[in-house]
Structures are given as C-alpha cells and as structure tokens.
C-alpha cells in the first residue's frame, strides 16, 4: 500500500477514472471525505458504481482544469489512458462498499479507497482561484437539477451566482468551463 500523493480534508474534489466493459477509462468527479480511511460516495447508478463493482477499483487524481472537471462531472468522458493530461497527481485505489442507503428516491453506495500506488506529475504552488471554486459548485447545482428532492428556481439561482463569480473572478478555462456547465444543462 502507499499513502495519498495530497493532503485531503474536508471533503476534496477530485475525477476517478474507472475501467469500462469496452476497455475505456471512464471520469466522473468524485468528492473524497477525509479521514481514516478516506471515503466517498457514488450516488445512483453510474458508470463508476459499476465499474467499481465490476473492478474493484480506479484510478483518482487531482486536476485544476476546469474544463476537464467539468467534462467529468456532468457529461461522458471517456479516455483510452486511466491518467488525464491535466492531472497534478493521482492514485491508483482499491475500493471496498460499505454502506449503502437513499436520500430521496436516490441509491447512494460508501466506499473506503485504498491507495495502491501513486504519482506526483506536477507540483505546482497552491492558489486559491475564486471561479474554479464557482466551477465546482455549480456542477454540484448544475447535476441536481431535474432531482425531485431539489428546488429547480433555487438551483438555477445558485448556477446565476456562480456564473457571474466564476466569469468576475476566474479565467479563460474558468468562463469555458462555464459555457459547458449551461450547454450541458439545457439539455
């Protein structure tokens, strides 16, 4: 076994790729709750419960692109390499279930991640970009949209706050980030 390659807290945002039945890696956003051992969940039926089930494992890393976080979050992305460009570091892990639940009329599985192996390929100095924070938040907004348990106008007021936090405050890749985000949920 070996250790994160990051410190995590809290709840840290991350993309696992998961091996699919036609031999392609599989991103999806992945929130990773810190602790011993760390956790997280897979909420309904996804590709990556599936593949976690089917596996056993994946492949999680640490990307500051907006854009590819995005792609992962909210649409199929799917790679032939388990490693995306732009990640800074990532972890191969194994995954073991251990609880299972719903919230609403939603079927959520806890899984503990073990890291098997892992790599750093940039390091890079911390910064704190206010529109990749308003990235992230509106993908959580942008995915409950269309849930029951979820009101639609309080949503859509979220993704209008972050929108413009995210347009003010990040960059080139944060606003096409952003044209992804609403592309992807008018659909």
């Known amino acids: 076994m070996t250790d994160w390659p990051v410190e995590l807290r809290g709840v840290t945002e991350s993309v696992v790729t998961t091996l699919g039945p036609n031999d392609l890696w599989n991103a999806a956003a992945l929130g990773l709750h810190a602790g011993d051992p760390v956790t997280a969940r897979t909420w309904g039926n996804t590709r990556t419960r599936r593949n976690f089930h089917r596996t056993g494992g994946g492949v999680v890393q640490f990307t500051r692109d907006p854009v590819d976080f995005v792609d992962a979050a909210l649409s199929i992305l799917e790679a032939s390499e388990p490693v995306l460009d732009s990640a800074d570091a990532w972890v191969e892990v194994e995954v073991e279930r251990v609880d299972s639940g719903?919230?609403?009329?939603?079927?959520?599985?806890?899984?503990?991640?073990?890291?098997?192996?892992?790599?750093?390929?940039?390091?890079?100095?911390?910064?704190i970009?206010?529109?990749f924070a308003a990235v992230v938040e509106a993908t959580v907004?942008?995915?409950r949209l269309g849930v029951?348990?979820?009101d639609a106008d309080e949503l859509q007021a979220r993704l209008d706050?972050?929108?413009?936090?995210?347009?003010?405050?990040g960059g080139e890749r944060e606003?096409?980030?952003?044209?992804?985000?609403?592309?992807?949920?008018?659909?």
Do not use: H, M
């Not at 919230?103 to 890291?115: A, D, H, N």
């Not at 606003?175 to 659909?187: G, N, S």
């Open 102 to 127: 719903e919230s609403g009329e939603t079927r959520w599985e806890e899984w503990v991640l073990k890291p098997a192996d892992s790599g750093i390929v940039q390091e890079v100095v911390p910064t």
């Open 129 to 131: 970009n206010r529109g």
């Open 141 to 143: 907004a942008a995915s």
């Open 148 to 150: 029951d348990d979820y």
């Open 161 to 169: 706050y972050f929108e413009d936090v995210a347009r003010t405050c």
């Open 175 to 187: 606003c096409e980030a952003f044209d992804r985000i609403r592309d992807i949920a008018e659909r």
